[in-house]
Every structure is written in structure tokens, then in C-alpha cells.
């Protein structure tokens, strides 16, 4: 049984930092791909960041220069640090897991977080 646990969501001003945490818990192998995505309100969910387990990197153009994915193999976990952020940011932040191999043979092809909400308001 795989579980994902998120944390370091909050209020922030404007040009203000957050660092959001998402911990894999399970009879984990290997995780190929962790990530980031977001769903402002209104708004369609999309694509933030996402690393794979070489510590190969994508993120949205809105977010480049400005937020940093890295991941710890080991620990299961990925991080999100996120600097300059802009109200446009404030959404619900969801983190996502693929293609997770555990023990006895067992795969999960996607997993997500239950989000964590950032606003970013003065």
C-alpha cells in the first residue's frame, strides 16, 4: 500500500518563498516519476514540475526560473521550493507519483496527494 503525504503549503506575500514536501510511503522499489501539479480555482489541473528517478527535470514555462524540483531516491520523497511567487500561483497543489514498483512484484501506475493549498496574497 503506497501513500502520499504532502506538506508546506500556506499563506505568502507576493515575491515571498514556500517549500512544499511529499513523502511516499509503502513497501516502495523504485518511483520512475514524481511531480507537482496544480489546480487553481476555475482552472483546469496542470503540470508544475515533474523529476524522474534520474533527476531529469520538466516544469511549466510559468514557473521556470522561479520554483526548483529535486527529489531524494532513497527517502521517497520530492520537493517543490518555490521563490518569486506571484498571486497567479495561488492554486491547490497536488502531488503525483508514476510508475511505482513495490515489493512482491507490484506496480502503481499513478498516485496522487490529497493537495495542499497556496495563496499567495498581500
Known amino acids: 500500500q503506497v501513500q502520499l503525504v504532502e506538506s508546506g503549503g500556506g499563506l505568502v506575500q507576493p515575491g515571498g518563498s514556500l517549500r512544499l514536501s511529499c513523502a511516499a510511503s509503502?513497501?516502495?522499489?523504485?518511483?520512475?516519476?514524481m511531480g507537482w501539479y496544480r489546480q487553481a480555482p476555475g482552472k483546469q489541473r496542470e503540470l508544475v514540475a515533474v523529476?524522474?528517478?534520474?533527476?531529469?527535470?520538466n516544469y511549466a514555462d510559468s514557473v521556470k526560473g522561479r520554483f526548483t524540483i529535486s527529489r531524494d531516491n532513497a527517502k521517497n520523497t520530492v520537493d517543490l521550493q518555490m521563490n518569486s511567487l506571484k498571486p497567479e500561483d495561488t492554486a491547490v497543489y497536488y502531488c503525483?507519483?508514476?510508475?511505482?514498483?513495490?515489493?512482491?512484484?507490484?506496480?502503481?501506475?499513478?498516485?496522487w496527494g490529497k493537495g495542499t493549498l497556496v495563496t499567495v496574497s498581500s
Open positions: 503525483n507519483v508514476r510508475n511505482v514498483r513495490t515489493g512482491g512484484l507490484g506496480y502503481v501506475a499513478e498516485l
Open positions: 509503502g513497501n516502495i522499489l523504485s518511483i520512475n516519476f
Open positions: 523529476i524522474s528517478s534520474g533527476g531529469s527535470t
